[in-house]
C-alpha cells in the first residue's frame, strides 16, 4: 500500500529565504507525482506535475525533482515572499487513472 | 477551458440525514474523483467516476455513493450523516492522454458540517 509522508509538518521562513519541502513514498512504482498548494479552507491549485520519467518540473520561482528509486521528491521554492504562505502537498498515482494517494502536507509560513 | 465547480460551498447538517454534494468537471474532462479531507489531513480518496463508471473507490461504506453524467458532471450522496462525516470535501476532474496525462484539477470544495 502506497504510503506518503512529507517532512516537515510546518515551516516558518523570513521573506526572501530560498527551501526545500520533502515528500517521500514508500513504492516507487509510480506513474506521476503532482505537487499541490492549498490556502486555508480552499481546494487545491496544481503546482507541478512529475511523470515517472522525468527527473525535475520547474515553473517560476518553484523547481520541483523526482527520485524514484529512493522514492522522493523535494519542491524548491526560490526567494520566499508572504504570498507564498499556505500548506504544500504531495500526492503520488500509481497507476493510469487510479487515485492520488496524499500527505499530510507542509505548512509553511513566511514571514515579512 | 471552464475550470472544476462544486456546489454547495458551505453545508450543515444533522446527524442522521442524507447529504448531495455536486460537481461539474473542467470542459474535457472525463473522469471524476471525490476525495474527503478532515481538518490537518491529506485528502482521502473516496471514489471515481469514468464515463458513468464508477471504477475505483476508496476505504469509504456504502453509504457514500456517487453518479456521473452524460456531461461528466457528478453527484456525492452521502446518507446516514456521522459526525466524523464533517470535512471539505473535494472533486477533481482530469483526463489521459498528452504530457499532463492524469493531472488532476481540483474544484473549492464544499466544507460539511453535522452537528
Known amino acids: 500500500k502506497q504510503e506518503v509522508t512529507q517532512i516537515p509538518a510546518a515551516l516558518s521562513v523570513p521573506e526572501g529565504e530560498n527551501l526545500v519541502l520533502n515528500c517521500s513514498f514508500t513504492?516507487?512504482?509510480?506513474?506521476?507525482l503532482q505537487w499541490f498548494r492549498q490556502d486555508p479552507g480552499k481546494g487545491l491549485t496544481s503546482l507541478l506535475l512529475?511523470?515517472?520519467?522525468?527527473r525535475e518540473q520547474t515553473s517560476g520561482r518553484l523547481n520541483a525533482s523526482l527520485d524514484k528509486s529512493s522514492g522522493r521528491s523535494t519542491l524548491y521554492i526560490a526567494a520566499s515572499q508572504p504570498g507564498d504562505s499556505a500548506t504544500y502537498l504531495c500526492?503520488?498515482?500509481?497507476?493510469?487513472?487510479?487515485?492520488?494517494?496524499f500527505g499530510k502536507g507542509t505548512r509553511l509560513s513566511v514571514i515579512a | 477551458e471552464t475550470g472544476v465547480t462544486q456546489s454547495p460551498t458551505h453545508l450543515i447538517k444533522t446527524r442522521g440525514q442524507q447529504v448531495t454534494l455536486r460537481c461539474s468537471s473542467q470542459?474535457?474532462?472525463?473522469?471524476v474523483s471525490w476525495y474527503q479531507q478532515a481538518l490537518g489531513q491529506g485528502p482521502q480518496f473516496i471514489f471515481q467516476?469514468?464515463?458513468?463508471?464508477?471504477?475505483g473507490r476508496g476505504n469509504f461504506p456504502p453509504r457514500f455513493s456517487g453518479l456521473q453524467f452524460p456531461n461528466y458532471s457528478s453527484e456525492l450522496n452521502v446518507n446516514a450523516l456521522e459526525l466524523d462525516d464533517s470535512a471539505l470535501y473535494l472533486c477533481?476532474?482530469?483526463?489521459?492522454?498528452?504530457?499532463?496525462?492524469?493531472?488532476?484539477?481540483f474544484g473549492p470544495g464544499t466544507r460539511l458540517t453535522v452537528t
Open positions: 467516476y469514468y464515463r458513468e463508471e464508477e471504477n
Open positions: 513504492d516507487s512504482a509510480i506513474y506521476n
Open positions: 470542459s474535457g474532462h472525463n473522469t
Open positions: 500526492a503520488v498515482r500509481n497507476s493510469g487513472n487510479t487515485p492520488l494517494v
Open positions: 477533481a476532474s482530469s483526463s489521459p492522454g498528452g504530457l499532463s496525462s492524469y493531472e488532476q484539477y
Open positions: 512529475i511523470q515517472s520519467s522525468q
